[in-house]
């Protein structure tokens, strides 16, 4: 069976420029990885398979052309750090978008890569409502518990109110010294 190049092109470009600018890339060079890529493809042959091994081998001959550019135009990139970053993400992959969904901070611009490199789209979002719910879960518990306990804390809160003015009113002042304007 012929492969149906634009058929490949149509389905494929755009993430194969996405991996790219996760990459490093800026849009120019994207562009143009992005192109050598399927040129790649059109030089070489290529059986397609399904939609994943289709993706992931695309992907990994536009890693080439970016390593091939980088060398050319000896654009200092750690390869190592490429190599170990595309590794852990093949060996670990769903594994760690989960852990990343539960990590305070991590979890709200993990999306993003996940996307980049075509994460199982089901098992993500099972991973985000599994972290959500941890999350919710362990907060709801704190609340609880804090608020069995509230009786101890308000005597130490009450001890900073002073000092919590005191800042407030330094930084103030500190800032209308610096910006209003002396004749």
């Not at 492969?3 to 092109?9: G, H, K, T, W, Y």
């Not at 849009?27 to 091994?53: K, S």
Request: glycine share 6%; charged share 20%.
């Amino acid at each position: 069976m012929a492969l149906d190049v634009e058929a490949l092109i149509v389905a494929h470009q755009a993430g194969v420029w996405r991996y790219l600018r996760f990459l490093g890339c800026d849009r120019a060079q994207a562009d143009d990885i992005t192109q050598e890529t399927f040129l790649q493809v059109l030089r070489r042959g290529f059986e397609e398979r399904g939609e994943r091994e289709t993706a992931a081998w695309l992907r990994t001959v536009a890693r080439n052309c970016f390593l091939m550019n980088v060398r050319r135009t000896r654009h200092v990139q750690s390869v190592e750090d490429l190599d170990l970053a595309d590794k852990w993400v093949n060996k670990y992959g769903d594994i760690t978008f989960f852990i990343c969904r539960m990590l305070p901070v991590v979890r709200t611009f993990i999306s993003f890569p996940a996307g980049v490199l075509k994460a199982h789209f089901w098992m993500f979002v099972a991973s985000t409502f599994i972290g959500s719910l941890i999350w919710c879960y362990f907060l709801t518990w704190v609340g609880i518990e804090f608020g069995k306990n509230m009786e101890v804390f308000v005597d130490l809160w009450h001890k900073f109110d002073v000092a919590i003015v005191v800042v407030g009113l330094a930084l103030f002042g500190i800032y209308l010294k610096h910006h209003l304007k002396h004749d």
